[in-house]
């Protein structure tokens, strides 16, 4: 499969409900860390950086889970933090944990979906994901409902997997399916989307060196760390469609299939 346009899988959110209402969100955070995406608090102060978020911004951080990077955002800069995730888990144990933490008067968690924003046009200074919009099926609508309810001179600052080299077809839906993505962007392909949706584009960077490395790490860490532990709770099928599906993901991305990057643009 080139990276020709168009072919998705056919994902929803109800998919997406059903893998995060399970044990994955579980899973991943065993591996990567309440903020369940590469890279951790240090990933997420580099965006943090790019974005210049400060004391008085207001962020919409779109699929936000366990609210790990709203905690830290608010903590360490100040701002305020929306969070807006599809799967009632997630949201329910994002409040959970963010009560715990006294912060509940700087960050909200909000059912709903990425690609009808529940939000008035013009409400935030930064739009944020990390990691996540691999999972929407629809990026220009995404990008879109981000551009509306980013106020004029707003930013929007994100990472996420991305598709970086030809790959059989074969291969193409097994990579896909097994992380329920409809499809991964491109740098370019989101680059090209966020123009003809009216953003500048302030930076992108291809992060692929880093993710192939990180995927190796989480392979280390399933087969010597984990998997006693996910043995016991989850059984041997579990454990062993996991190692499985990294497996496959390690050896695209040593191959220059599949990889990450980061994007930041500017609402003008
Ligand atoms: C990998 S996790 C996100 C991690 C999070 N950004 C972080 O850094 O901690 C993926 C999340 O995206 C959410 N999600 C996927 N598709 C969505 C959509 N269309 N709208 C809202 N949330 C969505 C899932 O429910 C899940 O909680």
């Known amino acids: 499969m080139s990276l020709e346009k168009g072919k998705r899988l056919d994902f929803n959110i109800g998919d997406v409900n059903e893998v995060y ?10 591996l990567m860390g309440e903020q369940i995406h590469v890279g951790g608090d240090k ?13 008085d911004n207001v962020v919409l951080d779109i699929c936000s889970a366990l609210g790990g990077p709203a905690r830290h955002l608010v903590k360490k800069y100040g701002c305020k933090v929306t969070g807006l995730d599809a799967t ?22 909000k059912l709903g979906n990425a690609l009808d924003i ?17 999972y929407v099926s629809d990026k220009e609508r995404l990008i879109q409902e981000s551009y509306r309810v980013l106020k004029l001179q707003g930013i929007i600052a994100f990472t996420d997997w991305l598709q970086t ?3 059989s077809a074969g291969e193409w839906e097994a990579l896909n399916s097994f992380m329920a993505f409809p499809y991964m962007e491109t740098l370019e392909g989101y680059e090209e989307l966020m123009k003809k949706t009216g953003f500048q584009i302030l930076e992108k960077e291809d992060l692929s060196k880093d993710f192939t490395e990180h995927c190796h790490l989480y392979q280390k860490m399933l ?8 043995l016991k709770q989850y059984g041997a099928e579990l454990f062993q469609a996991a190692d499985d ?15 990450r990057g980061r994007i930041i643009g500017k609402k003008v």
């Open 21 to 30: 209402e399970g044990p994955v969100g579980i899973l991943w955070e065993m």
């Open 118 to 134: 529940p939000f008035k046009a013009g409400s935030f200074d930064i739009v944020w994901g990390q990691d996540a919009w691999c």
């Open 223 to 230: 087969r010597e760390k984990l998997k006693g532990g996910i």
């Open 43 to 55: 990933e997420t102060d580099v965006l943090a950086q790019k974005a210049g978020i400060a004391k």
């Open 245 to 259: 599906g990294l497996a496959m993901w390690v050896k695209a991305a040593d191959e220059g299939k599949v990889g």
């Open 88 to 109: 009632q888990k997630m949201i329910n144990e994002a409040i959970k944990r963010t009560e715990k933490e006294g912060l509940t008067d700087s960050i909200t968690h």
């Open 165 to 167: 080299g030809n790959m």
